[in-house]
């Protein structure tokens, strides 16, 4: 008896364990590292190898009025054009990954996508 009863314990244990894994071990990524969101950085070469998680953020830090942060889907990712998506503009920008898939990210001023200011990411 007293050896089911610590059996049923330790699977109660590893089950809460597994539960809050994403919650404890999440990850603030901040993008493009010490260069931050602007024109001239490599963003393929920043998120290769980085394994984005549900609960995750990407914090996007750039000079306020010098840039923002617009999510795009896959077509206006590939034609550097936002026609839906509300711009951020803060310039620490914190953008919680909430769920899995591609995600796609661009400077929406003027030129700035087209010089290589964007980003797409596979949250796991």
Same mark, same amino acid.
């Given at each position: 008896?007293?050896?089911?009863?610590?059996? %049923?314990?330790?699977?109660?244990? @590893? +089950?809460?364990?597994?539960?809050? +894994?994403? @919650?404890?071990?999440? !990850?603030?990524?901040?993008?493009?590292?010490?260069?931050?969101?602007?024109?001239?950085?490599?963003?393929? +070469?920043?998120?290769?190898?980085? !394994?984005?998680?549900?609960?995750?953020?990407l914090?996007?830090?750039?000079?306020?009025?010098?840039?923002?942060? @617009? $999510?795009?889907?896959?077509? $206006?990712? $590939?034609?550097?054009?936002?026609?839906? =998506?509300?711009?951020?503009?803060?310039?620490?920008? %914190?953008?919680?990954?909430?769920s899995? =898939?591609?995600?796609?990210?661009?400077?929406?001023? +003027?030129?700035?996508?087209?010089?290589?200011?964007?980003?797409?990411?596979?949250?796991?």
């Open positions: 008896m007293a050896m089911a009863f610590s059996l %049923r314990v330790l699977l109660v244990a @590893i +089950a809460v364990v597994a539960m809050t +894994a994403n @919650i404890c071990c999440a !990850t603030d990524y901040n993008v493009g590292d010490s260069a931050g969101w602007n024109t001239g950085v490599d963003y393929t +070469a920043w998120a290769k190898g980085k !394994t984005f998680k549900v609960g995750d953020t914090v996007f830090k750039y000079p306020v009025g010098a840039h923002n942060v @617009i $999510e795009v889907n896959k077509g $206006e990712f $590939e034609g550097c054009k936002a026609t839906q =998506g509300v711009p951020l503009t803060s310039g620490n920008d %914190r953008v919680p990954l909430r899995s =898939g591609p995600k796609y990210f661009i400077c929406g001023v +003027a030129g700035h996508c087209d010089l290589g200011q964007k980003l797409t990411i596979t949250v796991s």
